[in-house]
Every structure is written in structure tokens, then in C-alpha cells.
């Protein structure tokens, strides 16, 4: 299997659940990033992670928790969501430091809804 | 202040019509990247070009035709004869300096062509 994966592609939850969205690339680059898109709002960069190590975090509320146990494997963990975390969460990879290619490599996304 | 403005929020066409979405970019640097991808109703956002600022020269592949003007911080793109599966949502982005850790997407141009 090539390019981005992200696991599930839909995902309905509780506020008082707690749940994972896994990311996985193919692709051999060494930097991931969390997206969320919601509606009529630009993308949001969420996490980076560059060789495993987070290098960005922009201000992302504690109930989102990020995980990277290898350079191929993203996840972001989830609990106590609130109902306007509802969004599409996008996935993406690139190799970081290489001036060529394609910039982002993304996956299908995952579909949130907390109700 | 927003580093990629893509003014149309949305865009409708009938199929067989030239239609032109518009990019304008913000940034300092001398050199950077700019992109444009497609996010059609699956969700994933796929790559369709990449230009780098030392590159002026236009493109065009297929019916996809880019117009990339530094005088104008402009990268327009252009669908001729547009096709019903031309429907997506259409993402202009910015890196600066090579480093796709810092990528600032527009909001994006949602275009409808009906048959």
C-alpha cells in the first residue's frame, strides 16, 4: 500500500469517550502533521512532528493528545471532545529539507463527530 | 495578515465553460513554493502543482493551465472545458523558504460545474 493512510474514515463519539485516529505513510518521508478542517474555516495545522520529535504545536486544547512512535505512524488521540471539535482531520506527510516534490502528501481524512 | 487570499468562496459554472480561480500570496522571502491542490468530496487533498518563485514560466497541462505573477503575488489557475468531476474544492498554498512545515493554505474556492 502506497502514499497516506488514515484510519477510520468516519468516527461518531461521546463527549465522555475516549478515542484514537491513526495515520500511517508509506511514502519513506520523515515529517507528519494533524490537520482539521471544519466547515467555512481555513485548514488548521495542528501538530508536526520532524523525525518523531514534535517540533510545533499551535495552541491545540489538551484533549487532543499526539502520538508518533515512528516516523511512519501518527496518531492523535482523543477524549472528552466537545461538539465543535466536530471536523474533518487530515493527515498529511512530507519529506522535510528537500526543496523538491510535492510539498504535502495527505490522507482521505477521518470525519469527527462528537456528539 | 493572511499569507494566501483566494477571494472566491465559491464558483459555479456549466460544464464546457473556462473558469479561472484566483491566488494571491503574502511573503517576504525570496524564495518559496507555491501549490495548488484539489480536495473533490472523498476528502483527501491531491496535488496538483508545485511552482518555486525562481520559476516564472507558465504551465499547462491538459486543461489545467497555471499563471504565476510576481509582480502581482498572483498564481492563478485555470480549468478549460470544465468537467462535472472538475467539482472539488480548490486550495492555493504558500511555503516559504522550502520548509513545508510553515505552508499557509487560502480558505479555498469551492467550484460547482453542472452539466
Known amino acids: 500500500e502506497t502514499g497516506v493512510t488514515q484510519t477510520p474514515r468516519h468516527l461518531v463519539m461521546g463527549m465522555t469517550n475516549k478515542k484514537s485516529l491513526k495515520c500511517e505513510q508509506h511514502?519513506?518521508?520523515?515529517?507528519m502533521y494533524w490537520y482539521k478542517q471544519s466547515a467555512k474555516k481555513p485548514l488548521e495545522l495542528m501538530f508536526v512532528?520532524?523525525?518523531?520529535?514534535?517540533?510545533e504545536n499551535n495552541s491545540v486544547p489538551s484533549r487532543f493528545s499526539p502520538e508518533c512512535p515512528n516516523s511512519s505512524h501518527l496518531f492523535l488521540h482523543l477524549h472528552t471532545l466537545q461538539p465543535e471539535d466536530s471536523a474533518l482531520y487530515l493527515c498529511?506527510?512530507?519529506?522535510?529539507?528537500?526543496?523538491?516534490?510535492?510539498?504535502?502528501?495527505f490522507g482521505s481524512g477521518t470525519r469527527l463527530t462528537v456528539v | 495578515a493572511q499569507k494566501v487570499t483566494q477571494a472566491q468562496t465559491e464558483i459555479s459554472v456549466v460544464e464546457k465553460e473556462d473558469v479561472t480561480l484566483d491566488c494571491v500570496y503574502e511573503?517576504?522571502?525570496?524564495?518559496?513554493?507555491l501549490f495548488w491542490y484539489k480536495q473533490p468530496p472523498s476528502g483527501e487533498l491531491v496535488f496538483l502543482i508545485r511552482?518555486?518563485?525562481?520559476?516564472?514560466q507558465n504551465e499547462i497541462s491538459g486543461r489545467y493551465s497555471w499563471n504565476f505573477q510576481k509582480s502581482t503575488s498572483s498564481f492563478n489557475f485555470t480549468i478549460t472545458a470544465s468537467q462535472v468531476v472538475d467539482s472539488a474544492v480548490y486550495f492555493c498554498?504558500?511555503?516559504?523558504?522550502?520548509?513545508?512545515?510553515?505552508?499557509?493554505f487560502g480558505s479555498g474556492t469551492k467550484l460547482n460545474v453542472k452539466p
Open positions: 498554498a504558500l511555503s516559504e523558504a522550502g520548509y513545508f512545515n510553515k505552508f499557509y
Open positions: 498529511a506527510s512530507s519529506q522535510e529539507g528537500r526543496t523538491g516534490g510535492s510539498g504535502y502528501t
Open positions: 511573503t517576504r522571502d525570496t524564495t518559496y513554493y
Open positions: 511514502l519513506g518521508h520523515n515529517a
Open positions: 512532528y520532524n523525525f518523531k520529535e514534535q517540533t
Open positions: 511552482r518555486n518563485s525562481f520559476d516564472e
